[in-house]
Structure formats: structure tokens, C-alpha cells
């Protein structure tokens, strides 16, 4: 009877054991994969960004889509000035002012941005960015605006259910993580 009450106290402080084992391991685990799969979208979404500004630069306007922005940076060419000489100086000093056309493709490479895969959520599945462009009155103002972002349960994937907001009551899986404003000229990022 004494060894059956011991195995019995054995099974119920493994049983136990690991129940506390797996309360700790699971927070942990969640915090990892929150922190690896959010830098990487940030990541993303920086280049992304970085790809708008030059198109930017190209068209005067803000890609609609990932196909236009993809197509006019593969092709498209915008001008670098340099000044040389004080354009302000009273002296009478001569200013050159030198036009560069430079290809986008060649700062997209030397940035490091893949636009065959700019669209991609990573750990999305498949999933695409969502993208908006338009135009908006801003301050009496009619301006340019972007916005590029996914909801966090896309690339959250199995760490992604509301029952994880109790290791982080920050952390809401419907939440947008994203750059830009549909209402005002502002590319910052939510997370910056």
C-alpha cells in the first residue's frame, strides 16, 4: 500500500512538475516569436518604405500597388543635383550646378531590397503587405500619402490568438503594424 501512495505522490509531482515547466516555457516561447517575427516585418516595411521615397523621387507620387512600384523602379530614373560653388555668395563667384540621371534599380540593389519579393509578409504564408496611395488636404494643402502595414495575427501565425495578450497586455493581434498615414504627409513607422 506504501509503495502505491509513493508511486501515486511521484506521478502527481512529475504531473506537477510539468505543468509549472510548461506555464514558463510557454511565455517565454511567445516573447521569442513575438520579437523575432515583429523585427522581421519591421524590417521589411523599412525597405518598403525606402523603396516609396524612391519612387517617390521618380514619379512625384506614392505607388498605389506593389506592381507599379516594383515596374517604375526596374525602369525608372530620377536626377541628382550638385551644386558646385555658394549659390548665395554676393562675390560674384560662378555656381555650377552638375544634373546626374541615376537608375533606380541601382540604389534598390545597393540598398539590398529584393522587389521581386517587397511584397511578402514574412512568416506571412503567402500573405501580401496591404498598400494604400492617394492624395489628401492637409493644412489647406493637397499632399501625398502612403500606407503600408498587416495586422499583427498575419505573420504572428500560431502565436497570434488573444490568449497570448496575457503575457503582454501590449500585444493585440488585430493591431496594424505600419508606416505612413492616410491623412496626413507622414511616413514614420507605428513602431519607431
Request: net charge negative; aromatic share 10%; no cysteine.
Amino acid at each position: 500500500m506504501k509503495l502505491i501512495v509513493n508511486l501515486l505522490l511521484l506521478l502527481l509531482i512529475l504531473g506537477l512538475g510539468y505543468l509549472l515547466y510548461n506555464s514558463i516555457k510557454e511565455p517565454i516561447q511567445f516573447e521569442t516569436q513575438k520579437n523575432r517575427r515583429e523585427a522581421a516585418v519591421i524590417d521589411k516595411l523599412i525597405k518598403i518604405r525606402e523603396a516609396q521615397d524612391l519612387y517617390r523621387q521618380v514619379t512625384g507620387t506614392f505607388a498605389p500597388n506593389f506592381d507599379t512600384l516594383v515596374q517604375v523602379l526596374q525602369n525608372g530614373t530620377f536626377y541628382v543635383i550638385n551644386v558646385k560653388g555658394d549659390p548665395d555668395a554676393t562675390d560674384g563667384s560662378s555656381v555650377i550646378y552638375d544634373t546626374t540621371a541615376v537608375q533606380a534599380i541601382d540604389s534598390i540593389r545597393s540598398w539590398g531590397i529584393d522587389l521581386s519579393t517587397i511584397a511578402d509578409v514574412p512568416y506571412g504564408d503567402g500573405a501580401k503587405f496591404n498598400i494604400n496611395a492617394d492624395t489628401t488636404t492637409y493644412q489647406s494643402t493637397l499632399v501625398n500619402v502612403v500606407e503600408v502595414g498587416i495586422p499583427r495575427k498575419v505573420f504572428m501565425g500560431p502565436w497570434g490568438h488573444p490568449r497570448f495578450a496575457q503575457y503582454d497586455n501590449r500585444f493585440d493581434p488585430n493591431s496594424i503594424i505600419k508606416f505612413g498615414d492616410m491623412n496626413s504627409p507622414n511616413t514614420s513607422g507605428n513602431w519607431e
